[in-house]
């Protein structure tokens, strides 16, 4: 069936013909009964179109998610890869175990989580997800089924981790699971009044497993960057509970886009720093840490109508509180802000993903209203400013990325173009590559 598909930013909306599962693995066996390029697509939480193919097939890869082996013991869990983080964790975390790394929702697949090689709050001390995974099952459009691990097919191992879904479609992704002896977390939130601060705090703060730091894009000159740092370890005993996903509130509506504005973003800004949560010290269950934005579904639509852009980019750290710094500024002068504005320090990157986004760095991740050329343009201009101090931008939150800056940052991109699938193709992959 041809219909449009919406990104996650629901910025761009491009029609393709969507097929389940089924039907896809029944053809892919050396035939090519389908139309056009296909591109696999999870969940649908990618920001831009890296999982959206204009005028070809979206084979919607989402189930079956079953469990094929969990040992307990040990921690090793081997799924479908159309298993979400919310329903593997309501088969592990009773039994004391919960993903090693884990992205900002719970409701992504792990294919998802190889092919863009996630990254959490912990990537200072635990790398990017595919630095857990420890083997997955490759099949290619000829028929062939590669078990990739780092021992066997090792090169098409770490080409498929960071892969963007390009070098076959991952049947199932097997990995080592972190034990835990309780669901909640000691959780510390605290204030800081500067982009100096914030640096001093992570600093201070590199023991800690988990940290972020929210920032108010709006803050004064002399207050730059200010925001409310968090840090969290889970506690030793307690409950191994998991939050139902039913709990969550569903968005109704799309918001008029006029009351996106600075006014009503600087208010927003106040009152989330000076809320009582922004102070709190104790304990907490792990789902609103890690997953803040989950507990509204659909809160997508809060941007209205046109949608809006993510843009996420990471600079090294020699040059990140520079670089972090004129980011924004320059976001504090154009008056387009961002409610959700999200700093993190990375550590080294432990993945063997060969374009895996993060390195030792600083990162920065802002959601803009989409008001059309003006902020495209004014993305570009970010973009420019993250060149000019050597990072780049992440491609699972990507929308407009050029394809010279793509292939600037990335250099391994060729060698992801020489294994990918002849059958597989995306949006972004031919706007970045073409």
């Known amino acids: 069936m041809v219909k449009p598909v919406l990104s996650w930013g629901r910025a761009q909306r491009y029609d393709q013909t969507v097929v389940s599962l089924g039907r896809f693995e029944t053809a892919f066996d050396g035939n090519r009964p389908l139309d056009g390029p296909v591109t696999f697509r999870g969940m649908g939480r990618s920001y831009g179109d890296v999982a959206l193919n204009e005028n070809g097939t979206l084979v919607q890869a989402t189930g079956p998610d079953s469990v094929i082996a969990f040992d307990r013991e040990t921690g090793i869990l081997r799924a479908r890869s159309g298993l979400t983080l919310a329903d593997l964790h309501r088969i592990t975390i009773p039994a004391g175990w919960i993903v090693a790394v884990t992205p900002g929702t719970k409701f992504v697949t792990l294919g998802g989580a190889v092919a863009n090689d996630v990254h959490g709050k912990n990537h200072h001390t635990a790398g990017s997800f595919g630095a857990h995974v420890t083997a997955l099952m490759l099949v290619r459009s000829n028929g062939e089924r590669l078990l990739c691990s780092p021992a066997e097919n090792a090169d098409m191992f770490a080409l498929t981790i960071s892969g963007l879904g390009l070098t076959g479609y991952i049947e199932w992704v097997e990995l080592q699971l972190k034990r835990i002896t309780s669901s909640n977390l000691h959780v510390e939130n605290r204030p800081y009044a500067d982009l100096d601060e914030f640096f001093a705090l992570s600093e201070e703060s590199a023991d800690w497993p988990y940290t972020v730091a929210w920032v108010d894009c709006f803050s004064p000159e002399a207050a730059l960057g200010r925001g409310v740092f968090s840090r969290a370890r889970y506690v030793e005993h307690g409950p191994l509970n998991v939050k139902p996903a039913d709990k969550a509130i569903k968005w109704p509506l799309e918001m008029p886009s006029f009351l996106l504005n600075r006014m009503s973003i600087s208010a927003f800004n106040w009152l989330y720093r000076h809320r009582p949560a922004a102070t709190f010290k104790g304990e907490q269950d792990y789902d609103p840490f890690f997953y803040p934005l989950d507990s509204i579904l659909d809160w997508n639509k ?111 991109w060729e060698a992801l173009e020489n294994a990918r699938d002849p059958m597989i193709s995306s949006s972004f992959w031919r706007r970045v590559t073409n």
């Open 302 to 412: 809060l941007y209205g109508h046109k949608g809006f852009f993510q843009h996420q980019s990471i600079i090294p750290m020699e040059n990140g509180k520079a670089g972090v710094r004129e980011l924004l500024e320059a976001i504090r002068r154009e008056g387009q802000g961002s409610f959700l504005a999200v700093l993190k320090v990375h550590g080294k990157e432990l993945s063997p993903g060969r374009n895996t986004f993060p390195y030792e760095g600083v990162s920065l991740a802002l959601d803009f209203a989409n008001r059309g050329r003006k902020t495209v343009d004014f993305l570009h201009r970010l973009d420019a400013i993250v060149l000019a101090h050597g990072g780049r931008m992440y491609p699972a939150k990507d929308a407009l990325m050029t394809g010279e800056t793509y292939r600037k940052t990335y250099p391994n």
